[in-house]
């Protein structure tokens, strides 16, 4: 274990919703700090992907500032990557919200619109079921409650899908793979359940 706290960079892109990131991270004992520009990045254990907003603004401020190819070179030197809600998303190859965008290309798979039929966005409170064990331990169960925001979703492979929610079809709620984690809600408007999965990153961040 480290013997200093994780260190995490939250990338600020203009997505909005950093001050309850960096202060859930805080709760959890993170020192993080918000990275305006790529490289902020340097010197954090993990690099945080907040977001709210639409897919495509958001995929071209982060390519046209530096930081798709700044995060790749993040994971390559053995640093973990969180994405949370559109930063999720952005874990992917594309997305199809308001045309066809490019994603960091992580993650296997495409973001598109939930199913016709269902009230959007999905707002509010809807339970997980954990599908695999994740490759470091997160502490969540099968029917515990986390809050969600979102017009769109992954369609993730099933060997990166830990977890999903049902809302007419099964939405990935938490990905991972290798050092790379999404979480389709927000954990820091999750209560205890969002600040455990936060400490059970916290925790192997440490341990790495």
Request: hydrophobic share 45%.
């Amino acid at each position: 274990m480290k013997d200093t706290a994780c260190r995490a960079a939250v990338v600020d892109y203009g997505a909005g919703n950093l001050h309850s990131v960096e202060r859930a991270l805080a709760r959890v004992g993170f020192a993080a700090w918000r990275a305006v520009r790529p490289e902020a990045l340097d010197g954090a254990d993990v690099v945080v992907l907040p977001g709210v907003g639409a897919f495509g603004p958001a995929s071209r401020r982060l390519r046209e500032e530096g930081f798709f190819e700044a995060i790749r070179a993040a994971l390559r030197e053995g640093r973990w990557l969180v994405g949370l809600c559109l930063g999720m998303q952005m874990l992917f190859e594309e997305s199809e919200e308001d045309g066809t965008h490019e994603g960091l290309g992580l993650l296997a798979g495409r973001v598109v619109r939930l199913p016709d039929g269902m009230k959007v966005p999905h707002m509010g409170w809807n339970t997980l079921t954990v599908a695999r064990g994740c490759p470091f331990p997160l502490g969540v169960r099968s029917g515990e409650y986390v809050y969600f925001v979102h017009s769109f979703y992954a369609r993730a492979r099933e060997e990166d899908t830990v977890a999903w929610t049902p809302y007419g079809v099964r939405v990935p709620a938490i990905v991972a793979a290798g050092r790379v984690l999404g979480f389709q809600f927000h954990p820091e408007k999750s209560g205890e359940v969002g600040l455990r999965l936060l400490r059970g990153l916290a925790g192997a961040v440490g341990r790495s």
